[in-house]
Each structure stands twice: as C-alpha cells, then as structure tokens.
C-alpha cells in the first residue's frame, strides 16, 4: 500500500515559536522515524504529509494514496483532534483510528464521562466547571481531582489538582479556567492504585493488549500521574506488568476499558487509564483513542513491550484493523 503519514511534528512547532507544553501533545521526531521504519518493514511505502494544512493543500493538488496513518493531535479548539480524520472523510481516502465523531467526543472528557456513564459503566462522580455559577452542581464531598477539560499528556495536572477541603475549590478551578482558557473538570478523588490499559482493534474484533500500573518513584511529583512525571517518565515512574488472571482488580479494569473502548466507538489500538478507590474499585476515568506511539517513550508501545508485541507487530495490528474496514483493501 501507499500509506500517507499525517502528523504534528514538535521540533516545527517549537522552531515557530511555541512552548514546550503547548506542544507536548505532538509527535517527536523519532516517533515519526520509527512509525516510517515500521510500515517500512510491514511492506508498505510511506509518505510523509504533515500537518492539517499540509494536508489540504496536497489533496487539493490531487495527490491521494490508500491509507491514511494518522497521528496528528492538531493545535487550535476543542475539535483539534478530529480535524485531519473530517478533511480526510471529505475526500473519501481511508485513515487509521477513531472517526471525527469519536475524535471530537473523547478530547472532552466530561462529554467522554455522561457517555460512559450513561452506559453504565463506572466512573468517578464529576462536574464540569465553565464558570462560577456551576460550582453549585459539585454536589459531592471533598477530596477533588480537577484538571482541564480537553487536554493531554497530563497537561495541568499538578499535585495542586488534589483539592482537600471544598472552600478551596473556587480559587483552584479559577486559576486552571485563565491558565487554559477551558472548562474544567472536578471529580472526586480516587486514592488507589491506577492503571493504563492497552487495546487494540475495532468493535467486537477489539481486545485488550495488556495492563500496567503507574507507581510513582521517590523523587516524583506525589499523588499524580502529572505532566513533569509523564514527560520525564523514564527517570519518575516505574510501570509494573500486571495480569487480569491474578490480580481482581486488574480484571476489573480491562473489563471497564473494553466495554468503554467499544461503547465510545473507538478503533484499531489506543488506552484507556482506571483508576481504583481506597476500597480497590476500578473506575472509567478517559481514553485516549490517539494515544502516543513513541517506542519507549509512550504508555501504548510501553504496555506492548511488557506484554512481548514487538514494535512493528503493534503497527501492523493497528494498519490490518484499519484496512478491515476498507472492502477495497481488505480484499
């Protein structure tokens, strides 16, 4: 196959004059490397497009190719996801992962949550914060958890997110609103243990890859998967390998992820993070159905290295679940 490669690369967005945490969502260099080396091996041919406008601009050339790889994050509104998934529906040229609906729904997490909640599926009690007056539907007890409503990477997520005592929460959730310029999302803290689960496919064929736990090291922000500890992750966290088959709570939570993987509509591979109560009770807390491909850097590749799925392998998975869904190319 001709497979185009739609991505957001940090090095250009930094060399344009934006922040490091304004771009800690997109793709390194090297990730985009390894992706090219992988297809490579699969036996395809690659073709590197870029970013959003990028794209436009060679479809409107008449350039086209069979499959679309896309891992681009996109910058501007809370639709930033969905953006290269709709160009490339326009123009009816097929593409990896999650559709602008699922793209668009599951970058919202509070969205994300009634859906997930509406299907009965556990998630933490929660309330989404626009302004002042919404405070009033905080209408549960003290420990919170707050963080923007449509960010990644653990972007605003400190162990100032952990707010202890209610008359606190007006002022925190005011600072993170100006910092981000987005609502805000307030669920109550859950103090267990957490997990990241992998999956891969589509609908019923979708499956769980593999779980590990985030253990935060000693020199750690304490009390969060945080943006410093996700972005220095190999020398702040240790992810521990563990089996549904040994480890009840771990089979909770692969339960949950399915059924939310498959009742959101996500598709071909991503990961959807639980974490536990005091008491060991998984809960739903968001998915990333765009999550991060890095080889060692990322949750999703970390999980598969765990679990003995090599690098490429995890490429042709999520490229034969995309082609499943092509008649043209599943052929």
Not at 163 to 168: E, G
Not at 281 to 302: K, M, Q, R, T, W
Not at 314 to 328: D, G, Y
Request: with cysteine; net charge negative.
């Amino acid at each position: 196959m001709h497979i185009g490669l739609t991505c957001d690369l940090r090095s250009e967005y930094l060399a344009a004059g934006y922040g490091e945490e304004e771009t800690a969502e997109f793709d390194r260099d090297d990730t985009v490397e390894a992706i090219e080396a992988a297809v490579a091996l699969c036996g395809h041919v690659t073709d590197r497009i870029g970013h959003a406008r990028n794209l436009i601009s060679r479809l409107a050339a008449g350039d086209r190719w069979d499959l679309v790889f896309n891992i681009a994050e996109g910058l501007n509104g809370i639709g930033r996801e969905a953006q290269i998934p709709a160009i490339l529906d326009v123009y009816d040229v097929p593409y990896t992962f999650s559709d602008p609906l699922v793209m668009s729904l599951t970058l919202h997490k509070g969205m994300t949550k009634r859906v997930v909640r509406d299907a009965g599926i556990p998630t933490p009690e929660f309330a989404v914060v626009e302004n002042p007056t919404d405070l009033e539907a905080v209408h549960f007890a003290p420990p919170y958890f707050i963080k923007p409503v449509a960010e990644g990477t653990g972007k605003g997520i400190t162990p100032g997110s952990i707010i202890r005592n209610k008359q606190d929460l007006a002022s925190a959730c005011a600072a993170l609103r100006e910092a981000y310029r987005q609502s805000v999302l307030v669920e109550r803290f859950l103090s267990g243990r957490e997990f990241t689960v992998g999956v891969a496919g589509t609908g019923a064929r979708s499956e769980v890859l593999g779980t590990i736990e985030v253990q935060l090291l000693a020199d750690a922000e304490p009390g969060v998967y945080s943006y410093v500890n996700k972005e220095r992750c190999e020398e702040l966290v240790e992810y521990r390998r563990l089996r549904g088959g040994e480890d009840p709570a771990v089979a909770a939570a692969e339960s949950i992820s399915l059924q939310a993987w498959r009742v959101l509509g996500c598709r071909d591979a991503g990961r959807v993070d639980i974490r536990c109560d005091a008491e060991g009770n998984a809960y739903f807390l968001e998915v990333n159905p765009l999550a991060g491909l890095h080889p060692e850097h990322s949750d999703l590749p970390i999980i598969c290295n765990h679990v003995g799925v090599s690098y490429t392998s995890l490429i042709q998975r999520i490229l034969t679940s995309a082609t499943e869904r092509v008649p043209s190319l599943a052929n």
